[in-house]
Every structure is written in C-alpha cells, then in structure tokens.
C-alpha cells in the first residue's frame, strides 16, 4: 500500500491492524495501522476510504512493531503499540503522547511487559478502554498462556491502566494474574 503527502510517500508493507479514532477536538476521524512503519490517515464520511494527501507516517515511536491503538485524555493524544515479535517473551507496549492525531509524537517508555516472578509473558497487543463519565482506565492485551504458551498459544487479560498523578499521563501496567474483576457499566 503507498499512499502520502506531496512530500513523502509512505510504503506501508503490511497494512495490519487498523484503529479508528474520533478527535474530540476537530470532530474528525483517522486511522492508524501499520507493521514496522506506523502510519495515520484521515478518514473520509464513508468511513471505510481514506482522504486524499492526508497519509503521514508516525514519528517519535521507538521499537515499533504494530497495534497502534489511540486515546484522548485532558488533551493529549495517547499512543500505545507494540515493541519486539509476537512469539518473543519480551512482546510488550509502548507509549507515546502528541497533541494532534498527526503528530510529533514523543516517546514516554514501555507501560506494560513481562513478569518473570509471576510467569506473565510476552504482553502486548493492547487497547486502551476509558470507563464512559470516568477517569478509569484499563487496558487490554495478550500474553503467553500460563504456563505452557512458548509464545504461540495466548491469553487475553485486562488491568488496570494507572495515571501519574504529576505528570496526567498513563503510567507503567502491574501485570497481574487475576486482571481485573466483573463490574457494572
């Protein structure tokens, strides 16, 4: 898939894993997508078409792979994706934060990965969920099977995403056994 701007043409390789996400502040709507090459777009009405001139590839992630997932808090645009292979121990979520879809984005560090104590392995492939009329926050991913998964059986699970409360942003993910418990919307 090639696609970009009059100033750079993007070659996204492998267009896997596509996010919509609704700017609250424009109204508009964009997706990301990608596999080693990050990539945004506008959406057309359709919903289903990308605009014209609007590709622009992500910058400011470190170690992407794919899973491009974005939120919107007070503000900021928070990016999460995924760093390392999927069949590796090491799989695991990045983060970064822009003030548009679009970008720059900087690089805020890894907020989720393995737990060798507690055997959690290879945790990536996120989304990013916000309890509607709240602050809560809770992401979830996939992780090697307990205790036999060797990176090619996996399990979903969901915990709780903090937030620094210095700095507004999301902040590092205690992978947990259990995840999280059942509750009422």
Known sequence: MVGGTDDEEI?????????AFEDPETGKWYLCWGNGVPVVAELNDDMISLK???WHKITGLEDFLEGLFVNYRDGTNHQTYSNDDTGSENYRVGYATADNPIGPWTYRGVILQKDESLGILGTGHNSVMNIPGTDEWYIAYHRFHIPDGGGFRRETTIDKLPIDKDTCLFSSVKPTLE???PRPL
């Open 11 to 19: 070659v996204s390789n492998q267009s896997i894993d596509p996010a």
């Open 52 to 54: 014209a001139d609007t």
């Open 179 to 181: 995840g999280v418990g």
